[in-house]
Every structure is written in structure tokens, then in C-alpha cells.
């Protein structure tokens, strides 16, 4: 066995190595709408889709809207309204929570505190005090799960020329959780579709699931925000297109003949949440800058840094934790786009993240942890043989599940209950169970 041991932190060399891994992509953006649900551009790998026990639904706080929020859903671009940046005679959070002056800067103010644009108007208002009152412990929990990987992506922002306060996106898409999982599949920090995280180079399969990989999903997640604002133009509009998806948001652009996120915030082109995410993302922004004066806390959480020793077959943690005395939930915090808590069996070298100083241990017992058998992925061929009460149909060119619907009178739901189906997606040549 060739085993190999690394160390990592979070120096930009370090780094660059995973920036230059993805190769270039000619890409089609619009195929590709990271936090809304929709058909996929590629078809699922079977059983990619299933929810491993790791996951965790996205918080509600996440994706619900303030009880004040204006009911217009109006916001404010960088062409409207002033950047804020905090007064150095602000008065602290009141007795209650309660935001008591909300910062802003002088009218002969000429810098900004702030790398992207940020301005203070009555949606990201209401998202302060939301922040800052209603799911205060939370956010606080958001903040300092992000300070573990915050100098980790702002080094890989760097390298890709993003500005560093956008790192905020991620508070605003699952509190920086890689575990966290939408109703529309979106995984990860950065919460990416499956179709969009390939289209950028992540692995997702049966095994792995590189959305979740802080690292990996963060290069991917630079890489479609810096296309989103070569297409755009605008940090509004980029942040806009990464929530709704670029398609919606350069239709609702040609049909208003608007050229700011103000423009199509005033329309119904967009959806609410939409309407509600760059304001969202203004407001975190405007709170992690500005920690002292909300009263969070300003203790970082312990940085993320690893080795990576290189395993050429499948071993479960738990294996690898008895052997080398590594606690289990270290070596699962550590490689959360591990799906089954063991490295896969097809790598002939897979990178597994083991805590600092312990690299020589591992490689020391690498030969004496048994390999892990994966149980065998779920078939539906076998129900074809065993369900004497079903029929098969070849899938003929042209198909779709919609049309074998009809045809068979089998509802839809039912159709791909009976296939383990997680895509609508299918192809000529292929057997599907019709239920009798």
C-alpha cells in the first residue's frame, strides 16, 4: 500500500491546490439553480439521492421571513440608497435585544466598512431584528460555526477575486452547516443542486458527496458566484440569480427592462424569498462586521485544519478510530462528504482528513484496520423477478415517466414509489415496475 501524509491548513498555497483541481468548464450557467427545486440537467446515479443519517433538515430560521418584514419585499441595490458602515456613535444592543440605532454613515462619509454593497432600508432593517431578537442563539450559533472555516473561505475567495464579506452567503444558506439538506435536495454549506455541484466539479455519488466538503463546495460555490456576476454585472443580481437561479432573474430583467435587483424586487417576476434573500444577506453582513456593537460574541471556534493521509480501500471510521484511538466524531467532523462514514471503495487513493499531529499514527495502523463491505446498493431488478403481481415495461425512445403514467393508468407518484425513483428522468432501453 502506498500511503502518502499531508499537512493542511489554511494558507492560500495550501489552498490553491483545490482552486487548479476543477478544471475550466464551458458552461450553459442557467441550466443550473442551487437553492430551488426543479428538474435536473443530468440524470441520478440509482440511489443517490437517499438521505444518510449524517443529514439534517435546513433550519427553519433559514428560509422564513421575519414577522415585520415589509410587505412590498422591496430592496436596495448598489445603484440606491448609501453603503452603511458602523457610527462611531452608535449606543449598543438594548436591555431587550432590540437594535437601539441601526449604523449608518455621514453624508461626507467617502469609504465603507464593507466590500460588497450594503445599504440600510426597511427589509434589511427587519432582518437585523430578526437576527439580533427573534433567533438571536442561533445566529450566534451560525456565527461561530462559520469562524471554524471563515479564514478558510476568504483565502479561496481571495484567489478567485471575490469580495470577503460575501462569505456571508453561506450564514444566509444553512449557518455554514455541511450536514444541512433543503426540501429540494440542496445540500451543504453552500447549498448546491446536484446538477449544479457537478456542472462544477464535485463528486456526488452513492459514496461521496462533495457538496459538504467545506473545502471543495467553497471553490465550487467561488466559481459559480464569480460567473454569476460576470453574467450580472452586480453583487445584488449575482446573489439574486444564486437563490432563484440565473434564468428567472435575467427574464424578470428583459421583461422589466430593469437593470438592478431594485428594479425587479418591485415586480412579482421574482419570488418573495428571492426578495428576501439579498436584503437577508445585507443584514448578516452588517452583523459580522460589526459583532462588538450587537453584542455577539467574538471568540472564534477552533480553525479548520487536518492532515490528509491517502487510503486505497474502503475502511468505516469506527474501524479507523479503534485502530488509531482518533475519537469517531472527529474523523466524521472532519470528512463530512463522506456519506457512509467510511472512505469509498473505488479510490485508489482517497484523501482522508485525520486531526493535526495524528497522521503518523494512522499511517502506522493503516494495515491492520480491516477493509469495510458496503452493503449492496438497493436493485430494482430484483423486485422485477420476486413481484409476481407487476409487469415490466422497456422504456421506448421518446418516453417519458409522465406518457407511462397515462398509458398504464398508474399514478406518477405511485410509478416511482415502485421504482425507488428519486428522478423523473428515464431512458430507452431501460425496465421500469408497473404496479397492478
Known amino acids: 500500500m502506498t500511503s502518502r501524509l499531508r499537512t493542511v491548513d489554511i494558507l492560500a498555497m495550501g489552498l490553491l491546490f483545490f482552486a487548479v483541481s476543477l478544471s475550466p468548464l464551458n458552461l450553459e450557467v442557467g441550466r443550473a439553480e442551487p437553492t430551488t427545486a426543479g428538474p435536473d440537467a443530468q440524470a441520478a446515479t440509482q440511489d443517490d439521492d437517499d438521505l444518510d443519517s449524517n443529514l439534517v433538515p435546513l433550519?427553519?430560521?433559514?428560509?422564513?421571513?421575519?414577522?415585520?418584514?415589509?410587505?412590498?419585499?422591496?430592496?436596495?441595490?448598489?445603484?440606491?440608497?448609501?453603503?452603511?458602515?458602523?457610527?462611531?456613535?452608535?449606543?449598543?444592543?438594548?436591555?431587550?435585544?432590540?437594535?437601539?440605532?441601526?449604523?449608518?454613515?455621514?453624508?461626507?462619509?467617502?469609504?465603507?466598512?464593507?466590500n460588497i454593497p450594503v445599504v440600510v432600508d426597511?427589509?434589511?432593517?427587519?432582518?437585523?431584528?430578526?437576527?439580533?431578537?427573534?433567533?438571536?442563539?442561533?445566529?450566534?450559533?451560525?456565527?461561530?460555526?462559520?469562524?471554524?472555516?471563515?479564514?478558510?473561505?476568504?483565502?479561496?475567495?481571495?484567489?478567485?477575486?471575490?469580495?470577503?464579506?460575501?462569505?456571508?452567503?453561506?450564514?444566509?444558506?444553512?449557518?455554514?452547516?455541511?450536514?444541512?439538506?433543503?426540501?429540494?435536495k440542496a445540500t451543504g454549506p453552500w447549498q448546491f443542486m446536484k446538477g449544479t455541484g457537478k456542472v462544477y466539479g464535485l463528486r456526488i455519488?452513492?459514496?461521496?458527496?462533495?457538496?459538504?466538503?467545506?473545502?471543495?463546495?467553497?471553490?465550487?460555490?467561488?466559481?459559480?458566484?464569480?460567473?454569476?456576476?460576470?453574467?450580472?454585472?452586480?453583487?445584488?443580481?449575482?446573489?439574486?440569480?444564486?437563490?432563484?437561479?440565473?434564468?428567472k432573474v435575467m427574464r424578470a430583467l428583459h421583461k422589466t427592462h430593469g437593470e438592478t435587483f431594485s428594479d425587479i424586487a418591485k415586480t412579482k417576476l421574482i419570488r418573495k424569498e428571492t426578495k428576501q434573500y439579498v436584503p437577508r444577506i445585507m443584514a448578516a453582513t452588517i452583523i459580522a462586521r460589526n459583532l462588538d456593537h450587537y453584542g455577539f460574541s467574538q471568540t472564534p471556534a477552533p480553525p479548520h485544519q487536518f492532515e490528509e493521509v491517502a487510503v486505497d480501500r474502503a475502511m468505516h471510521f469506527r474501524a479507523i478510530a479503534?485502530?488509531?484511538?482518533?475519537?469517531?466524531?472527529?474523523?466524521?467532523?472532519?470528512?463530512?462528504?463522506?456519506?457512509?462514514?467510511?472512505?469509498?471503495?473505488?479510490?485508489?487513493?482517497?484523501?482522508?482528513?485525520?486531526?493535526?499531529?495524528?497522521?503518523?499514527?494512522?499511517?502506522?495502523?493503516?494495515?491492520?484496520?480491516?477493509?469495510?463491505?458496503?452493503?449492496?446498493?438497493?436493485s430494482v431488478k430484483a423486485h422485477h423477478v420476486k413481484n409476481k403481481s407487476s409487469q415490466r415495461y422497456r422504456v421506448r425512445a421518446g418516453d417519458t415517466l409522465e406518457k407511462v403514467s397515462k398509458r398504464f393508468h398508474v399514478p406518477l407518484?405511485?410509478?416511482?414509489?415502485?421504482?425507488?425513483?428519486?428522478?423523473?428522468?428515464?431512458?430507452?432501453?431501460e425496465f421500469l415496475l408497473i404496479a397492478r
Not at 72 to 89: L, R
Not at 127 to 143: A, V
Not at 219 to 234: K, P
Open 59 to 114: 433550519e427553519p430560521e433559514l428560509t422564513g421571513a421575519p414577522p415585520d418584514l415589509p410587505s412590498t419585499g422591496e430592496s436596495t441595490d448598489n445603484t440606491a440608497g448609501k453603503p452603511v458602515a458602523p457610527s462611531a456613535a452608535a449606543s449598543p444592543v438594548g436591555p431587550a435585544g432590540e437594535i437601539t440605532d441601526v449604523p449608518v454613515v455621514t453624508a461626507d462619509s467617502h469609504t465603507t466598512a464593507y
Open 122 to 184: 426597511p427589509a434589511v432593517e427587519s432582518h437585523i431584528r430578526y437576527f439580533n431578537t427573534s433567533i438571536r442563539g442561533r445566529f450566534e450559533q451560525w456565527l461561530l460555526r462559520l469562524s471554524r472555516y471563515r479564514p478558510l473561505v476568504e483565502t479561496i475567495f481571495a484567489e478567485f477575486g471575490l469580495p470577503s464579506d460575501l462569505v456571508n452567503l453561506s450564514l444566509v444558506e444553512s449557518g455554514f452547516n455541511p450536514y444541512a439538506y433543503s426540501r429540494a
Open 205 to 247: 455519488d452513492h459514496y461521496v458527496d462533495e457538496r459538504r466538503d467545506p473545502i471543495k463546495s467553497t471553490v465550487a460555490a467561488a466559481r459559480y458566484l464569480r460567473d454569476l456576476h460576470d453574467m450580472f454585472g452586480a453583487w445584488p443580481l449575482a446573489m439574486a440569480a444564486y437563490n432563484a437561479g440565473e434564468g
Open 322 to 378: 479503534n485502530a488509531s484511538g482518533i475519537p469517531y466524531e472527529e474523523l466524521r467532523l472532519l470528512n463530512p462528504e463522506l456519506r457512509r462514514d467510511a472512505t469509498p471503495p473505488d479510490a485508489s487513493a482517497y484523501q482522508l482528513k485525520v486531526p493535526v499531529g495524528t497522521g503518523v499514527k494512522v499511517l502506522a495502523v493503516l494495515d491492520r484496520i480491516p477493509s469495510y463491505k458496503f452493503p449492496p446498493l438497493p
Open 413 to 429: 407518484n405511485t410509478l416511482k414509489a415502485r421504482n425507488n425513483m428519486s428522478s423523473p428522468v428515464i431512458k430507452a432501453g
